[in-house]
């Protein structure tokens, strides 16, 4: 991989520091998907995660969860169908292309999103419990800018593969 020289602000360390703190979130957020407790929800925590955008886009087609989600479409399959299994998700018929199917969150998968989102909230409010509101706010448009500029950075990358961008 060719690493593609880029002139830098005058940040002091603070590039480095970022880049090991991102590093740390990443290895975190693997071990609190564990805190979550979705075993009996019966997917993988890949999967239960297309019902969040299930939900707030409504029934999509698997190439189109795919390109949403920056994955491969088999991948996307394989774990739609899990969630169809475990009666999370439902195939109805495209209405735009009868040969099609979309993908549709049940009255279950509701109910898994509405778990799994107050579980990442009750997690948060427990890191976060000692630290003043305002901090919180600060922290949280920080985040989404930092989110935001990475996710620009993707989309315009010629060096990011098409289907792994977001």
Same mark, same amino acid.
């Given at each position: 991989m060719e690493v593609q020289h880029v002139t830098m602000p005058d940040t002091g360390d603070s590039i480095g520091r970022l880049a090991d703190e991102v590093l740390r979130f990443v290895r975190l957020g693997a071990r609190a998907k564990s805190m979550l407790n979705t075993a009996d929800l019966g997917a993988e925590f890949s999967a239960l995660m297309l019902l969040f955008p299930l939900r707030h886009h409504g029934p999509l087609r698997v190439t189109d969860l795919a390109d949403l989600k920056g994955a491969d479409p088999s991948t996307i399959s394989r774990q739609a169908a899990q969630l169809v299994k475990a009666g999370l998700a439902r195939r109805e018929a495209d209405p735009a292309d009868g040969r099609a199917s979309r993908l549709a969150v049940t009255e279950s998968g509701m109910a $898994?999103? /509405?778990?799994?989102? =107050?579980?990442?909230?009750? *997690?948060?409010?427990? $890191?976060?419990?000692?630290?003043?509101? =305002?901090?919180?706010?600060? @922290? /949280?448009? #920080? @985040?989404? =800018? @930092?989110?935001?500029?990475?996710?620009? #950075? *993707?989309?315009?990358?010629?060096?990011?593969?098409?289907? =792994?961008?977001?």
């Open positions: $898994a999103c /509405t778990r799994l989102h =107050e579980a990442r909230q009750v *997690m948060l409010c427990r $890191a976060l419990n000692d630290w003043p509101a =305002e901090r919180v706010h600060a @922290f /949280t448009d #920080l @985040f989404q =800018e @930092f989110n935001s500029s990475v996710e620009a #950075l *993707m989309r315009n990358d010629p060096a990011v593969p098409a289907r =792994e961008k977001a």
